[in-house]
């Protein structure tokens, strides 16, 4: 108690022992830290940025896989504890949550009224000020990354002073905030634009490659579909399974209006198992397994296809080997050229992709360090990873690779992953850092906001 007065962070709920490690999802890369604060309100978020003499960084849900959420030898801000709605208005259609709200628990309470999330991920677990600082996206048609849902955001600068920003009050801030990974604040309250939870009906149908970006124009982007994405499988990752979801007036099939929480996914776990470690595991998956999962009629709610768990992702252990992904945005004109390029490293290096989902976006207009500087598709790429630092290099080889096809491509990649780009190819993918840098020089002149992301490249 005497130590968290002396460190200003009293108001703090939590303050854990000096040199704690700060973990991630996939198991790689635990940050050691000098401080965990968690606070449980914007005041004291507040102290504890004014308390606290060194670096700070911000996490959440921590699914980030690279460092992002932790800085060396410094404070970590663990939101999680800042979970309470602040104002939800359903006749216009707005929430406003503490940063550190899951969006399964916005769902519990948008779903009574009829509402549902208009963007995030495809997963519900993460916390909302986190989708934000990553700027996080889903299968979602035509609504782009979750700041294009996003009114207004509250921070923390590093002064201690707390702000309203927006696109009309503190742009540029607002601007650097959202997909800014904690540069220039710390995000504590986000106001959302929400949408109508409806009835939806998924639709399956396989692409060619070639035709791809022409029959999802067609069929997807130019119909009122809700989600969307194709499935790119292993070993040629060349033959789009697309699977959409549609209005639907159709009875349902799944009456449930959420997923159940705390399910057990032992089944996905085995499959995992199955198709990674059992021969012919691509042709099991390919022939067997996906053709199984999609040939049932499915009509539910929007919400319940919105709040699937990431448990169904999750291995039995991480100890040996670990679940990681990519991402890549290519401009939709490139799609099957990166593809096929794509699939070339993969088998070059010999990389252990489970599958390719693929994904769309309108160009993003608003933060100032955007993955869709123009219309793109995303390709997300879940692989399986031994955790051995040889294995680890490995996979640093051919993520460079990748990145330097993307680049080829006029593509960017996703900063939320491991942390194997050069300075070259980050400064190459984001040329508009410059302008972040600028915003971070104003309202953080002594660069107390950092982690492993940013102490690497900015």
Same mark, same amino acid.
Request: net charge neutral; hydrophobic share 45%.
């Given at each position: 108690m005497a130590e968290a007065s002396l460190l200003a962070l009293a108001p703090a709920r939590a303050l854990a022992a000096p040199a704690t490690l700060i973990e991630n999802v996939s198991g790689l890369y635990p940050v050691e830290v000098a401080r965990v604060a968690a606070p449980m309100s914007t005041a004291e978020v507040a102290a504890a940025v004014r308390g606290w003499p060194g670096k700070i960084?911000?996490? $959440?849900?921590? *699914?980030? @896989?690279?460092?992002?959420?932790?800085? &060396?030898? $410094?404070?970590?801000?663990? @939101?999680? $504890?800042?979970?309470?709605?602040?104002?939800?208005?359903? &006749?216009?259609r707005v929430a406003r949550v503490q940063a550190g709200m899951r969006w399964r628990d916005l769902q519990e309470l948008l779903d009574p009224h009829g509402l549902a999330v208009q963007t995030m991920q495809s997963f519900s677990n993460f916390t909302v000020g986190g989708a934000v600082s990553v700027n996080a996206h889903g299968r979602y048609v035509g609504n782009g990354p979750v700041v294009n849902s996003v009114r207004a955001l509250q921070l923390v600068l590093a002064d201690g002073r707390v702000v309203e920003a927006s696109r009309s009050s503190h742009p540029e801030l607002f601007r650097a905030a959202a997909g800014g990974y904690g540069a220039v604040g710390v995000i504590t309250e986000v106001e959302l634009a929400l949408a109508q939870n409806t009835r939806i009906e998924r639709v399956v149908t396989e692409v060619a490659l070639d035709d *791809? =970006?022409?029959?999802?124009?067609?069929?997807?982007?130019? #119909? &009122? #579909?809700?989600?969307?994405?194709?499935?790119?499988? =292993?070993?040629?990752?060349?033959?789009?399974?697309?699977?959409?979801?549609?209005?639907s007036g159709k009875p349902l099939t799944e009456t449930a209006r959420l997923v159940p929480r705390g399910q057990s996914y032992a089944l996905q776990q085995n499959v995992l198992f199955a198709v990674t470690e059992l021969p012919g595991g691509d042709l099991l998956r390919q022939r067997v397994i996906h053709p199984m999962l999609l040939e049932k009629p499915a009509v539910k709610w929007r919400n319940h296809e919105a709040s699937l768990d990431v448990a169904e992702l999750e291995p039995r252990t991480r100890r040996i080997s670990t679940y990681v992904l990519q991402e890549y945005f290519i401009p939709v004109r490139h799609f099957a050229g990166f593809a096929r390029a794509m699939a070339a490293v993969i088998r070059q290096y010999a990389a252990q992709v489970l599958n390719v989902s693929v994904r769309h976006s309108p160009p993003d207009a608003t933060c100032l360090l955007p993955w869709a500087k123009e219309e793109v598709f995303s390709f997300v790429l879940y692989y399986k990873q031994r955790t051995g630092a040889a294995h680890q290099r490995r996979a640093g080889a051919w993520t460079r690779a990748m990145i330097d096809t993307a680049l080829r491509f006029g593509g960017r990649y996703y900063l939320p992953y491991q942390l194997h780009a050069t300075r070259e190819q980050f400064e190459r993918a984001y040329p508009e850092v410059a302008a972040l840098r600028s915003v971070k020089r104003s309202n953080d002149p002594a660069g107390k906001f950092s982690n492993s992301l940013w102490a690497r490249y900015l």
């Open positions: 960084a911000v996490g $959440g849900g921590r *699914y980030s @896989m690279g460092g992002q959420v932790a800085i &060396a030898g $410094g404070l970590h801000l663990d @939101m999680r $504890g800042m979970k309470a709605l602040v104002k939800l208005d359903p &006749a216009a *791809y =970006p022409a029959w999802f124009r067609r069929e997807v982007l130019d #119909c &009122a #579909c809700i989600f969307h994405n194709a499935d790119l499988l =292993p070993p040629h990752f060349d033959a789009p399974v697309a699977v959409s979801w549609h209005p």
